[in-house]
């Protein structure tokens, strides 16, 4: 399946970037460095929402948006009239000309769609020409980052349900149409069971859910005429927003429209609760259903939801069916940015041979991981163990056991266990090497991951941190690196 906001993307966000890119490439390319090989590798920082893990996202929009892209004609016209300070163009007409020959060449490797990450592990690695790999900064954040945000919310939504099912609400108050579509995606590949948004659903088969406003309430002379209207126009649809006055009162009226519906030999679906002591109104409501023989009716809870919301909810024993999660999750609240970021492990030096970058700082976390990064996941038939971030060329075979921990503790050792590499090819030269899976494919990865994740690690508040090594050797040379840099003349810490 290809990936239709990529496709839509490459045909039409060429300059998807940020200027300093293009200034960059243009800057290679003038002093003679634009073809030598690099490495880059996308990662973040920190886990967003206080939480033990992050679903990495986005993953195929990307690919197929670098697969496809090329500066237009109309792309180069553009940069063509962009100048400096002294008011003269920025790139000259043998630049321009370069882009419009630009093939992509460069090589990317990246996890899985629906992958569980911790912090520091790449993501994504990029080789190729210098060039080439710095102008892809911008899109592979922009594209990533953000998915990767939502997906992440709806997994902790989900585990917050216990499997009950999360719809995704929230287009009404998402980043405009490419958010709403965007979240929409991604909250499926975290786990949510539908979403509200019909585009979304066209274009990917996400499953679309709906009811009525209270406009629709509103509409008519009274609550139980806009109930019956809407049942008998939709008999097939019929789960009712009962709050538009007073709750109960609406419950009552729609158990009157439930059971002329199930006698006339259609389904009713169930009640709406949107405001109010959701616990206790979902308490009365399910008491009056099941008095009425609509045991079968569910109740959908929606308002201002997020995954604290749902448990503190069903902590309370509100007997909810269905979870509406809108504006905290389509807006990744209260998080506003992953923290994703792009940096050079390696480049090639005047000899042809690959030499390792490391930027420096005060803060650890800031101090960079260099080389060809991979990441290893240890496990058993059980769960997962740990992860070990190690170099594809120095240490083929790392040993978690005596590499540095960046995070948590590891397990006690197993007599047995297995491992895999997380990081696959998804462009060779760029040509797509990843073989596209749907939504519902990237789904049930997420779903299955999380049931391997350790309970601890799971926890919506105070997870346990799940181990990620450093390998011994990728380690040891970081620190050779660091200390060098710290000792080279005019050194300075980048903070």
């Not at 670098?66 to 063509?80: I, M």
């Not at 859910?209 to 209207?229: N, Q």
């Not at 799971?458 to 040891?476: F, G």
């Amino acid at each position: 399946m290809i990936d239709p906001l990529g496709r839509l993307y490459a045909d039409r966000l060429s300059l998807l970037t940020d200027l300093y890119q293009l200034t960059m490439a243009y800057g290679y390319w003038r002093c003679g460095l634009a073809r030598r090989q690099a490495v880059f590798h996308l990662f973040f920082r920190r886990l967003p929402f206080g939480g033990g893990f992050a679903v990495a996202c986005g993953i195929q929009t990307a690919v197929e948006y670098l697969s496809r892209c090329r500066f237009t004609r109309e792309d180069l016209d553009y940069l063509a009239t962009l100048t400096g300070a002294d008011r003269r163009p920025l790139f000259p007409d043998e630049f321009l000309r370069y882009l419009e020959e630009l093939r992509w060449e460069c090589d990317v490797w990246a996890v899985a769609e629906g992958e569980l990450v911790f912090p520091r592990e790449p993501l994504v690695r990029v080789q190729g020409p210098l060039l080439e790999c710095q102008l892809l900064e911008t899109p592979l954040l922009n594209l990533i980052n953000f998915p990767t945000l939502v997906a992440t919310k709806a997994a902790r939504c989900y585990l917050a349900a216990g499997g009950r099912p999360i719809l995704e609400f929230g287009l009404r108050r998402a980043q405009g149409p490419d958010g709403g579509i965007t979240a929409a995606r991604a909250a499926y590949v975290g786990g949510c069971a539908g979403t509200s948004n019909v585009l979304a659903g066209k274009l990917y088969g996400i499953p679309v859910r709906g009811t009525h406003a209270h406009s629709w309430v509103m509409a008519f002379p009274s609550e139980l005429e806009a109930f019956r209207t809407y049942a008998q126009a939709l008999p097939n649809n019929s789960i009712l927003l009962v709050d538009t006055y007073h709750t109960l009162q609406g419950v009552r009226h729609a158990v009157e429209v439930g059971r002329e519906l199930e006698e006339s030999g259609h389904r009713f679906l169930g009640v709406r609760l949107d405001s109010g002591d959701l616990a206790q109104l979902a308490k009365s409501a399910r008491e009056m259903l099941d008095q009425a023989g609509l045991s079968q009716a569910r109740i959908v809870a929606s308002g201002d939801l997020d995954e604290h919301r749902i448990q503190q909810l069903l902590a309370q024993g509100a007997p909810i069916d269905v979870w509406g999660v809108g504006t905290r999750l389509s807006t990744a609240h209260p998080d506003a940015a992953l923290t994703g970021v792009y940096k050079l492990g390696a480049i090639q030096n005047e000899q042809g041979e690959l030499e390792y970058r490391i930027k420096v700082s005060d803060d650890p976390a800031k101090t960079l991981i260099p080389g060809v990064q991979q990441v290893r996941r240890f496990e058993t038939s059980e769960g997962w163990l740990c992860d070990v971030i190690y170099d594809a060329r120095l240490s083929p075979q790392p040993d978690p056991r005596r590499g540095e921990p960046l995070q948590g503790r590891l397990p006690s050792w197993p007599k047995e266990y297995r491992v895999r590499d997380l990081l696959v090819p998804v462009l060779w030269w760029g040509e797509r090497a990843l073989v596209p899976e749907s939504v519902h494919q990237l789904r049930q990865r997420t779903l299955a991951h999380l049931q391997r994740l350790p309970e601890p690690v799971r926890r919506l508040e105070q997870p346990a941190p799940y181990p990620v090594i450093l390998d011994a050797e990728l380690a040891q040379l970081r620190k050779e690196l660091a200390a060098r840099a710290e000792a080279s003349p005019g050194a300075e810490k980048r903070r």
